[in-house]
């Protein structure tokens, strides 16, 4: 792939922050590096005060049911789930642990949908919109 001009982390930032789904970041000790603004709808509380912190320190994550974080870990591979979150909604995550070239987790993706939006396609007639 060439080389994109600029794409900065400023611009990718933007990018992320801007799309619909969950996006958040763990590295090999479970510290978030990254959350996108449409996380705060799952943790309620800013993306900016996720990052940083292990996740045992964020509230809510061990209560998603089941948890993706231990099974992508032991798996080494891309897993995708359907949670209950801690507020009653149905989700689908999917973890995807990007690993170095001795084979070991480096970081952790995690991708994060609602599935009434999902629902909401799914009935969609073709040639219209779901509404987010």
């Known amino acids: 792939m060439g080389k994109v001009p600029h794409l900065n982390v400023e611009t990718l930032t933007k ?3 801007n799309i619909f789904d969950e996006v958040v970041v763990v ?6 590096i990254y959350a996108n603004q449409a996380s ?3 943790y309620c509380e800013r993306h900016s005060t996720l990052i940083g912190k292990h996740v045992s320190e964020i509230a809510t994550w061990s209560e998603w049911e089941p948890n993706s974080l231990p099974i992508s ?5 891309r897993i995708t789930v ?7 909604e149905k989700i689908i995550t999917t973890a995807t642990p990007v690993l170095n070239k001795n084979k070991k987790i480096e970081l952790i993706v995690f991708n994060v949908r609602d599935i009434k939006q999902l629902e909401s396609v799914k009935q969609c007639p073709f040639g219209k919109h779901a509404k987010t």
């Open 15 to 17: 990018i992320l922050d």
């Open 27 to 32: 590295d090999q000790n479970d510290i978030v």
């Open 82 to 88: 359907e949670q209950t979150s801690p507020y009653g």
């Open 40 to 42: 705060e709808k799952h």
């Open 73 to 77: 870990k032991k798996e080494k591979k």
